[in-house]
């Protein structure tokens, strides 16, 4: 069974601050992996990684992976408050559907 | 970018009643869309894959006589759960690709269920 992990669960930081979030996996035929933002409403796509050592960036944020540690990280940095939501991470594994971690929840202070 | 538009976004139903949620892809073609459900603060929980012409997949633990999912077209899934009672209250996201995925998945706006 594929499986996905988060760390943290939750961040509380003030504006300005970087942050950098977790995701390790466990699956049996990776083809991807990618990072959503939710706020109150469905996922926003932010990344999707297939190749490992390749940083993707977007603004403020950016996105490596790890096949061999089979995990990935995103940072943001500058936080502001509008980064406050939900991070998801999933990863297309081997049924071919994607397998979501439990998210971190990140609140930036103003 | 591809649009996936979910609809209701909010439904407040009596406990027994059924209700149907749409999912379109609006500017492409989905040969498959998956719908997730989602508790507060927990993460999106797969409840079936919806393949337009034959009978969807469900996720183990998921009743299918219960949550009935229709893919008639290429553009149009609908999720309906049938006789609703207060613990189907959740959050339902659909999603959907482009290019067979999953990859890049792209979701509706959610509908918010309620039962009373």
């Known amino acids: 069974e594929d499986k996905v992990v988060q760390s943290p669960l939750s961040l509380v930081v003030h504006e300005g601050d970087t942050v950098t979030l977790n995701c390790s996996y466990e699956v049996t035929n990776f083809r991807s992996l990618l990072w959503y933002k939710q706020e109150k409403k469905a996922p926003t796509f932010l990344f999707m990684l297939?190749?490992?050592?390749i940083e993707k960036k977007s603004g403020r944020l950016s996105s490596i992976l790890d096949k061999k540690e089979l995990f990935s990280i995103l940072n943001i940095t500058a936080t502001q408050t509008g980064d406050s939501a939900i991070y998801l991470c999933?990863?297309?594994?081997?049924?071919?559907?994607?397998?979501f971690g439990s998210g971190t929840q990140l609140t930036v202070l103003p | 970018g591809a649009v996936v538009s979910q609809h209701p976004s909010r439904v407040i139903c009596k406990s027994g009643t059924s209700v149907k949620i749409e999912c379109r892809s609006l500017d492409f073609q989905a040969t498959t869309m998956f719908w997730y459900r989602q508790f507060p603060k927990q993460s999106l929980m797969l409840m079936a894959t919806?393949?337009?012409?034959?009978?969807?997949?469900?996720e183990q633990g998921v009743e299918k006589d219960k949550f009935l999912i229709n893919h008639a077209s290429l553009t149009l899934s609908t999720l309906t759960v049938t006789s609703a009672h207060p613990e189907d209250s959740s959050f339902y996201i659909c999603s959907a690709t482009p290019w067979g995925g999953p990859g890049e998945l792209f979701f509706g706006e959610g509908s918010r269920l309620t039962v009373l």
């Open positions: 297939t190749s490992s050592g």
């Open positions: 999933a990863v297309d594994g081997s049924a071919r559907q994607l397998t």
């Open positions: 919806s393949n337009e012409g034959s009978k969807a997949t469900y």
